[in-house]
């Protein structure tokens, strides 16, 4: 499951990844002196309430690397993955410290070649009374320019902290876990903006924006579920999700035109 939030209108959702397509599940709106991590820890409560079973593992960015938040989840037997980037947390020091003498997994997935390092047993995050473990990912993506059709070489960094064992999730594991954040980024805001017009933020009651935008999250839930358990694979592979939705809009538009009084 993953943790965003929509800055514009103060709102934290949550989004359950499953193997077809990702579901919206629920939000929540940030209340008055109160952060973003509190308002997140509200609506997780809501969802490990709600659905108990649903889900193991909760990814966050770096804002959700807190103690409180991994306390919560450990508590609620589930665990958390979050982006370690803070130079100044003696954690990240330990781990800059360790990675020489660690040695790391190389993986290619398609264009992408992958250092893996895996480095547990990690006390230096005091607040946290238990030990943790950090996965960094060292990565090299072959892109081709289309303007040149030259091909380019990217590299970037990427560490996760987080409690879960390496005999339970190996790192690979953990590395496409942690890519997989962006997901909500993709199909979820983006896609509620682009094509769903979210990104206007009507002046009602406050509850009234909140189911706004649940009515939204179940319109879209809907929609994939249609296009990815009814709609045939070979058809669907012919066609982009846009394909099916104007074709959803023409229906609508012809029965509105059909029963419309004379």
């Not at 990912?137 to 902290?161: D, I």
Request: charged share 25%; hydrophobic share 45%.
């Amino acid at each position: 499951m993953y943790l965003p939030t929509l800055s514009a209108c103060s709102l934290v959702l949550a989004m359950l990844s499953l193997e077809r397509f990702p579901l919206l599940l629920d939000l929540g709106s940030q209340r008055q002196g109160e952060d973003e991590v509190g308002a997140a820890l509200r609506l997780l409560e809501r969802v490990v309430d709600r659905y108990p079973r649903a889900f193991e593992v909760v990814l966050g960015d770096a804002l959700y690397l807190r103690a409180k938040v991994f306390e919560f989840l450990l508590a609620h037997r589930k665990h958390g993955i979050a982006v370690l980037k803070d130079e100044t947390r003696d954690l990240w020091q330990d781990v800059q410290g360790l990675i020489p003498l660690e040695q790391p997994v190389q993986e290619v997935d398609g264009r992408t070649e992958r250092r893996i390092w895996d480095i547990t047993g990690l006390e230096s995050w005091e607040s946290l009374k238990v030990k943790v473990r950090v996965v960094r990912s060292l990565e090299t993506k072959t892109v081709t320019r289309q303007r040149t059709a030259e091909k380019e070489r990217q590299k970037s960094e990427w560490m996760w902290a987080t409690t879960l064992t390496a005999d339970k999730v190996s790192a690979p594991r953990v590395v496409l876990l942690g890519h997989d954040r962006w997901l909500i980024e993709n199909q979820a805001l983006n896609e509620l903006v682009t094509y769903w017009y979210a990104d206007h933020v009507y002046r009602h009651h406050p509850q009234a924006i909140i189911a706004f935008w649940l009515t939204l999250f179940l319109a879209l839930n809907l929609f994939r579920a249609f296009t990815f358990l009814n709609v045939k694979p070979v058809l669907r592979a012919r066609h982009t999700a846009l394909y099916f939705a104007k074709l959803f809009l023409s229906d609508l538009h012809q029965e509105t035109f059909h029963n419309r009084s004379p």
